[in-house]
C-alpha cells in the first residue's frame, strides 16, 4: 500500500481496478481497520479548487473578532451548527473523562438539503437544524456547501471500499447512506498564549461516533495522535495532498468489533517551542441516514458468537453523543 509507516490508500487505483484487484485492495483496508481504522485516502479527486477556497473563507472567518464570529454562534447549548466558541466543548466527556474544555473553536454546518417526506421532530430539530451562517468573509457559504458535496460524494466512494473490504457486495452500504446526516467542521486551534490547565488539550480523547470521518488537517501541521495497537499515542503524519480518513464507532458497532474505532485527540503545541503553532483543520464527520438502522453484521460473527451491541438508529444515536460533549458554558 505504501512504504510510509502510516498507510496510504489509492482511490483512484482501486476505483479503476477489476474485482480481484478490488478485493485484494480491500482486504488490506480491512487489515488497517482491524488495527487502528486510521489511513490516509491520496488519487481522490477531490478539486483543488474547493479545498483552497474552503481554506481561505475558513481562515477569514477565523480571523475575524470574537463579537463578530459570535453573531454566528450556535442557538443553544446542544445546538449543532455554528460557530462554537472557545470553552465549549470538552470530546473527553462523550468517553466520561472531565477534562477543562478544549482549546478551539470551531465552525459547524450540516446536511446541504431535507429529504422530500422527512417531518420526523427529532431529525428537523436536531440533524435538520438550520446552519447559522457567518455575516463574512463573502463568498463563505457557497465555499462550505461545495466543499460539504465534495466530501459527501468521497464519503460514499470510501462507504463502497468498506463495503469491499468487508467481502460485501459493493453497494452494500449505499441504501444506509443515501441521505446521509453528517456534518462538516471547522477546526481552529488558536495560539496559545497561557499554559494549558492541567489535562486541557486542543482535542481530548476521544473516538468519532458516526461511520468514517474525512480530515483535513492544514498542509505540514502536527499534533494528531492515536492510541496505536501496542497501546502507545503515536503521531498521525500530515500527508500532502492526501484526506485523512478514520472510522467512527458506528463501524466498530456494525462489524461486531473486527474493525476499531480508535481513540485520538490533538495535543498542544510544544512548550518549548513558545506554544503558539496556530493550526486549523477541517473534519468531516459521515453519519448514515437518519433512520437507518446499524446492528451487526452476521458476516462478522463467527459460528456461535453473538452480537456485542444492540443495533441503534443512526440519528438518535448520534444526537444523544454529541450533546454528551457539552460544556456548562456552551452556546
Ligand atoms: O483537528 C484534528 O486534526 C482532529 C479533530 C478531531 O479528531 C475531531 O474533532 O473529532
Ligand atoms: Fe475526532
Known amino acids: 500500500m505504501s512504504d510510509h509507516s502510516f498507510p496510504i490508500f489509492d482511490l483512484g487505483a482501486f476505483e479503476a481496478a477489476d474485482n480481484n484487484e478490488k478485493k485484494r485492495l480491500g482486504a488490506e483496508v480491512d487489515q488497517i481497520c482491524r488495527s487502528t481504522g486510521f489511513l490516509a485516502i491520496a488519487n481522490h479527486g477531490v478539486a483543488e479548487a474547493a479545498i483552497a477556497e474552503v ?23 446542544g445546538y449543532p451548527y455554528g460557530y462554537l ?139 494528531l495522535e492515536i492510541i496505536a495497537p501496542d497501546g502507545n499515542w503515536t503521531p498521525v ?31 498542544n503545541p510544544p512548550p518549548e517551542e513558545g506554544g503558539m503553532q496556530r493550526r486549523q483543520s477541517l473534519a468531516f464527520f459521515h453519519q448514515p441516514n437518519w433512520f437507518a438502522e446499524i446492528a451487526c453484521l452476521p458476516s462478522c460473527l463467527r459460528q456461535g458468537e453473538e452480537p456485542k451491541y444492540a443495533p441503534v438508529l443512526s440519528g438518535p444515536y448520534l444526537m444523544g453523543k454529541f450533546k454528551s460533549t457539552v460544556t456548562a458554558k456552551a452556546g
Open 55 to 77: 481554506w481561505k473563507k475558513t481562515q477569514a472567518f477565523f480571523d475575524l473578532s470574537p463579537e463578530v464570529k459570535q453573531r454566528a454562534k450556535t442557538l443553544y447549548p
Open 85 to 223: 466558541g472557545p470553552g465549549t466543548e470538552a470530546l473527553a466527556k462523550s468517553r466520561n473523562v472531565d477534562t477543562p474544555p478544549d482549546l478551539k473553536e470551531s465552525f459547524n454546518g450540516g446536511p446541504l438539503s431535507v429529504p422530500a417526506g422527512m417531518s420526523d421532530p427529532e431529525a428537523l430539530g436536531f440533524c435538520y437544524a438550520a446552519t447559522i451562517w457567518p455575516e463574512g468573509p463573502d463568498g463563505f457559504a457557497e465555499a462550505w456547501k461545495a466543499y460539504y458535496g465534495a466530501m459527501e460524494g468521497l464519503a460514499a466512494r470510501i462507504m463502497r471500499v468498506f463495503a469491499t473490504a468487508l467481502g460485501l457486495d459493493e453497494h452494500f452500504f449505499d441504501s444506509y447512506v443515501d441521505a446521509p446526516i453528517s456534518a462538516l467542521r471547522a477546526l481552529n486551534y488558536p495560539e496559545q498564549h497561557v499554559p494549558p490547565q492541567p489535562g486541557q488539550l486542543r482535542a481530548g480523547a476521544h473516538t468519532d461516533y458516526g461511520s468514517l470521518t474525512i480530515l483535513l488537517p492544514q498542509p505540514g501541521s502536527k499534533g
Open 237 to 267: 503524519p500530515p500527508v500532502d495532498g492526501a484526506f485523512v480518513i478514520n472510522i467512527g464507532d458506528l463501524m466498530a458497532l456494525w462489524t461486531n468489533d473486527r474493525w476499531v474505532s480508535t481513540v485520538h485527540r490533538v495535543v
